[in-house]
Structure formats: C-alpha cells, structure tokens
C-alpha cells in the first residue's frame, strides 16, 4: 500500500530563518506531488504541484519554493520566512489529475 | 469565479442519527468531486468520490449525492459514531492539473 510522510511535525522558527520541509512518498511510482497551506478555520490552499522529477508548478506567488528532487520526494523551502508563513502545510499525492489525492498528517510551522 | 462552499459551517447531531454535510460548487464544467475528514492535528482523509455521470455514491455508512442542476452536494453518515467527529470538506475538480478547489468545512460534533 502507499504511504506518505512528512517532517517535521511541528517547527517553530524565527522570522527571516530559511526553511525546508519534506516529504516522501512510498508505494507508488510517478506521482503526482502537491503542497498545500491551511490556514486556521480555512480549507485549503494550493500552493505547488509536481507532475515528475523537476517539474514544479507555482500556484500562488511567495516567497516559497518547491523542489523535487527525486521521483517521490517533495521539498517546501523559503530563504527567509515572514510572519505570514505560519501554518499547517499539506503535502499529498496522486496517481494523476481527476484521481483522488492523499495526504500526509502535516506539519504545523510557527513563526516568532 | 469558481467556488465551493458549505451551507453550514458547524453540525451537531445525536449518535446513532444520520448526518447530512451539504456543499455547493458553481463551476458547471467540474466533472470530479471529493469528500474528505480531516480530525484535528491531522491532514485530510479520503472519504469518497464521485464524478459527473453519477447521481449517487455509496460507500460503508456514506452516501455521497450530486445534484448537477442546482450544483449541490451532499454526504450523508449512517448511524453517526463519536468517531465521525471532524471537520469534513467537500473538493472539485475542475479539470485543471492540480487545480483541487477545497470548501472551507464543516464540523461535524457527535454528542454520546
């Protein structure tokens, strides 16, 4: 069966520090790979997608960025983070478009 | 502009009743349609799905219903549990790649 992983769970940063979240997923090959943003009471924001190793796709302008530098490893990555950066972030994946996408359990980034 | 909303931001229902979470999409060309539970602390869990040429959908104790004339869906829970408890969101899949349009949830509170 698949699985998806993302780390860390928690993070608490200062503003202006770099950042760099992960995720992997195991079970499936090609997928597709996405990053979304929830902020508090909210649904959710997409913020990329990946369809292969190196494509990334930007959904909303920020200062984030996405990698992916393998077939089933997703990276989130900011030089320098802002108070606006705060919140949960999603990472999920799909066999492709019009398929069902699956999440990991999230990582909760607070920003001082 | 595309959206998808919730006619009711919060549901509180006796266990053993059924649960009806209800949603209204506007983009008529969204042919893919998504429930998901998301339990706090966690990221969203797929639930069922649903696409265009279907009225209805079910699955073990949800029914899923489109109504592609008034754009409406609803997921119904038989014999709700405590273990429903969550916050439920509705997903459209317009037919962009990656372009998953999330509702903003409902809460669904199970009281023994």
């Known amino acids: 069966s698949q699985t998806i992983h993302q780390w860390p769970a928690t993070l608490v940063q200062p503003v202006g520090s770099p950042l760099s979240l992960e995720c992997t997923v195991e079970?499936?090959?090609?997928?597709?790979l996405y990053w979304y943003r929830q902020a508090a009471g909210r649904g959710l924001q997409l913020l990329f997608y990946?369809?292969?190793?190196?494509?990334i796709s930007s959904e909303v302008p920020q200062n984030l960025s996405a990698s992916r530098p393998q077939d089933r490893q997703f990276i989130l990555s900011s030089k320098k983070l802002l108070l606006s950066d705060s919140g949960f972030y999603l990472c999920a994946w799909s066999r492709g478009e019009g398929q069902p996408q699956h999440f990991g359990d999230g990582t909760r980034l607070s920003i001082l | 502009g595309e959206s998808v909303g919730l006619h009711l931001p919060t549901l509180s229902v006796q266990e053993g009743d059924n649960s009806i979470i209800n949603c209204a999409y506007s983009?008529?060309?969204?042919?893919?349609f998504i429930w998901y539970k998301q339990e706090s602390g966690k990221g969203p869990q797929f639930i069922i799905d649903?696409?265009?040429?279907?009225d209805k959908r079910q699955g073990q104790r949800v029914t899923v219903l489109l109504n592609k004339t008034v754009k409406h869906l609803s997921l119904q829970i038989a014999a709700t549990q405590p273990g429903d408890s969550a916050v439920y969101f509705c997903a459209e899949w317009g037919g962009s790649q990656g372009n998953l349009i999330f509702g903003k949830g409902t809460k669904l509170s199970v009281k023994p």
């Open positions: 649903i696409r265009s040429n279907m």
């Open positions: 990946s369809v292969g190793i190196g494509q």
């Open positions: 079970g499936t090959s090609n997928p597709n």
């Open positions: 983009n008529s060309a969204s042919d893919y």
